[in-house]
Nanobody, 124 residues
Framework: QVQLVESGGGLVQAGGSLRLSCAAS????????MGWFRQAPGKEREFVAA????????DYADSVKGRFTISRDTAKNTVYLQMNNLKPEDTAVYYC?????????????????WGQGTQVTVSS
């Protein structure tokens, strides 16, 4: 059973940066595609970024391209989401997810394992 634990959320002013971490356990981390999703109050969960496991490739939502970067440290079984130039509309609970599907899945239904989420609040 794969377990995912997010950390790194918090309150930041617009234009600031945060780095989210997602520590994975219970599986072969290098064989999972990893994704980040977010959900704002009253809205559906939406795709943010994902990293395939073979070949290494990434995908991003248009709203975060050029500002967010997903990366993974296989030795530490951890995936990161570096978020720069944050905007108030980035405020949401951010979730880490894992799947053994190939490619770079971008739909929530494609992911089997989920973390508990971490709150990111961006003030204007």
């Amino acid at each position: 059973q794969v377990q995912l634990v997010e950390s790194g959320g918090g309150l930041v002013q617009a234009g600031g940066s945060l780095r989210l971490s997602c520590a994975a356990s219970g599986g072969t981390f290098s064989r999972y595609a990893m994704g980040w999703f977010r959900q704002a109050p009253g809205k559906e969960r939406e795709f943010v970024a994902a990293s395939a496991w073979i070949p290494i490739s990434t995908d991003y939502a248009d709203s975060v391209k050029g500002r967010f970067t997903i990366s993974r440290d296989t030795a530490k079984n951890t995936v990161y989401l570096q978020m720069n130039n944050l905007k108030p509309e980035d405020t949401a609970v951010y979730y880490c997810a894992a799947t053994n599907r190939g490619g770079v899945p971008t739909e929530p239904d494609e992911y089997r394992y989920w973390g508990q989420g971490t709150q990111v609040t961006v003030s204007s």
